[in-house]
């Protein structure tokens, strides 16, 4: 009976750490999709760049590279494509940078150590909560406390 505990917590550990090597896998490969996707998000700016200083007229056009394709755009278009390509980019960026959280945190409580970095999860406040806590925080010193 002895020999099958031992065999059991054999292959819970073997198990438990084939999980947090794939999980580790995982965060490599996110954290080379986000590499990958900065610098396509810092050609984005460079191009968005260019084209307000080298070109103050909007009714010019401009080569634009899409794939391996170069395409000849009004200067409008061509920023209008760019910007877009820049929002997708930075959504991307941020799904992927949660995604790794996700699997640092999977991986912390695999290890037990999850109660150690709880603190880190913080997510800042958008727009419309700073709004409310200014508003109540204003309303705290008009009451002089």
Do not use: W
């Not at 031992?6 to 999980?19: A, G, R, S, Y």
């Not at 396509?40 to 009714?59: G, M, S």
């Not at 010019?60 to 899409?66: G, H, L, R, S």
């Not at 170069?70 to 061509?78: L, V």
Request: with cysteine; hydrophobic share 35%; glycine share 2%.
């Amino acid at each position: 009976m002895n020999e099958s505990n031992n065999d059991d917590d054999i292959h819970n550990v073997l198990n438990t750490l084939q999980k947090s090597e794939f999980i580790g896998e995982n965060i490599l490969r996110d954290r080379n999709e986000i590499i990958h996707l900065d610098r396509i998000r810092q050609k984005n700016r460079e191009a968005l760049t260019a084209i307000k200083n080298h070109y103050k007229n909007d009714d010019e056009n401009v080569y634009i590279c899409m794939g391996n394709m170069f395409i000849k755009h009004p200067i409008h278009r061509a920023r209008s494509l760019i910007q877009d390509d820049q929002k997708m980019v930075n959504e991307q960026i941020e799904t992927i940078h949660q995604t790794v959280k996700n699997n640092v945190q999977r991986i912390q409580e695999m290890e037990g150590k999850a109660e150690n970095f709880r603190t880190f999860n913080l997510k800042p406040l958008n727009a419309s909560e700073m709004k409310g806590f200014n508003v109540i925080s204003d309303s705290i010193k008009k009451l002089d406390l």
